[in-house]
């Protein structure tokens, strides 16, 4: 198939419903030639998988040489904007990642992420995914305003991955700011929690994604 790319192409690309046991998910593929890996994304809680930064993060993969899945969780596809508890998220996100690995992206090294919400999912699942690495999207460190309270700290969801993590974060984001660790880089952008600015987060991911390949 051809790659994703910023222009028109002749046909839409594929979108694939893979039943969870929380309902159908929907998976984008943005599939390139010959992929040197994949990298599946999930969405924030509120929003959907054409986010500014997703879409950025989408193309650069893309451009090198890797095929990117966006999954839309069950709830968004059913049309609620309120999220799932995360055990259901955590579910669901599961059963996509096991159906693309059994199919569409067979024999590909996986990496997954995704954007605040879906960078936690990520996280959460990625030994049991069997990830090589992940990439957080604006990480939520703790709720806005709660930094001081550590029993609203979801650093512990980022510090139990084991393989490398990137993680790039505006600057000024209110939901905190995670610190660089062993096998963690932290790329620290202009902006804030919706990561708009895509030319940041693309150089960020084309910095340290070939790394990864």
Not at 38 to 45: D, K, R
Not at 63 to 82: D, I, M, W
């Amino acid at each position: 198939m051809r790659p994703y790319s910023k222009g028109p192409t002749p046909y839409p690309p594929p979108t694939l419903e893979i039943p969870t046991p929380h309902g159908p998910a929907r998976v984008h593929l943005r599939e390139v030639p010959a992929p040197r890996a994949a990298l599946i994304l999930g969405h924030g809680a509120g929003g959907g998988v054409g986010a500014p930064d997703l879409v950025a993060a989408t193309r650069t993969a893309n451009e090198l040489g890797v095929t990117v899945a966006l999954v839309e969780q069950p709830y968004r596809v059913a049309g609620r904007r309120s999220p799932a508890p995360a055990h259901q998220l955590d579910a669901a996100w599961l059963e996509v990642v096991e159906a693309l690995r059994r199919g569409r992206l067979s024999g590909l090294a996986l990496l997954v992420g995704g954007r605040s919400s879906g960078a936690r999912v990520a996280c959460r699942t990625a030994a049991e995914a069997g990830a090589a690495a992940v990439v957080c999207l604006a990480f939520p460190v703790h709720p806005p305003g709660k930094g001081g309270d550590p029993s609203k700290s979801r650093l512990p969801e980022l510090d139990a991955v084991k393989v490398p993590v990137l993680v790039i974060q505006g600057e000024r984001d209110p939901f905190g700011m995670p610190p660089k660790a062993r096998n963690r880089t932290v790329a620290v952008v202009p902006g804030d929690h919706s990561l708009r600015n895509s030319s940041t987060v693309a150089g960020a991911l084309r910095r340290w994604l070939p790394r990864r390949l």
